[in-house]
């Protein structure tokens, strides 16, 4: 289901409004958002699935290592 979830170059990066920015696919749809405040925020088109929590974790995992 969940393909290729990478995290990419910070929104904002160095700056005080710093954002970390993800990518993924579901299904052989691309998808990207933002992660802050343990909020997931997805750009347009969002996915119909509710995956925010396993986003949550992968993101975790990440900074993590």
């Known amino acids: 289901m969940l393909q290729n ?8 990066e160095g700056q005080a409004n710093e954002r970390i920015q ?3 696919n579901i299904e052989g749809n691309n ?3 933002i992660f802050h405040n343990e909020k997931v925020h997805w ?8 995956i925010e929590s396993t986003v ?10």
């Open 5 to 12: 979830f990478e995290v990419i170059t910070p929104l904002f």
């Open 22 to 24: 993800f990518k993924l």
């Open 31 to 33: 998808y990207r958002g």
């Open 43 to 50: 750009y347009q088109p969002h996915p119909q699935l509710e």
């Open 56 to 65: 949550r974790e992968l993101i975790s995992d990440h900074l993590i290592h």
